[in-house]
């Protein structure tokens, strides 16, 4: 059973910081492409940042400058460094990767986490 497991969302202010994380675990064969995604009410899910596992990156044009995906492989982590918060940045945020699970060695799959609300106050 492979699970994502998301974690350090919270309130802050306008301006602050918050660093997230997202823990996988399970019957792991391989990480491919991890990221982070964010919906707040209303809106659509989007892509905030995405890191493949050479670690290239990729950034919402939005969070460019201000947020920071990396990845522990050996761990099997990602985090997103957030700075610079702005009341729009408030959603609830969660990771995704693709996974190549022990019981589907042939395939991988997109497993997601549960969510971590990120309240940005102004």
């Known amino acids: 059973q492979v699970q994502l497991v998301e974690s350090g969302g919270g309130l802050v202010q306008a301006g602050g910081s918050l660093r997230l994380s997202c823990a996988a675990s399970g019957s792991i064969l391989s990480i491919n492409t991890m990221a982070w995604y964010r919906q707040a009410p209303g809106k659509q899910r989007e892509l905030v940042a995405r890191?493949?596992?050479?670690?290239?990156?990729n950034y919402e044009d939005s969070v460019k400058g201000r947020f920071t995906i990396s990845r522990d492989n050996a761990k099997k982590m990602v985090y997103l460094q957030m700075n610079s918060l702005k009341p729009e940045d408030t959603a609830v945020y969660y990771c995704?990767?693709?996974?190549?699970?022990?019981?589907?060695?042939?395939?991988?799959?997109?497993?997601w986490g549960q969510g971590t609300q990120v309240t940005v106050s102004s």
């Open positions: 995704t990767a693709e996974i190549q699970a022990l019981s589907t060695p042939f395939t991988t799959r997109a497993y």
């Open positions: 890191i493949t596992s050479t670690g290239t990156t």
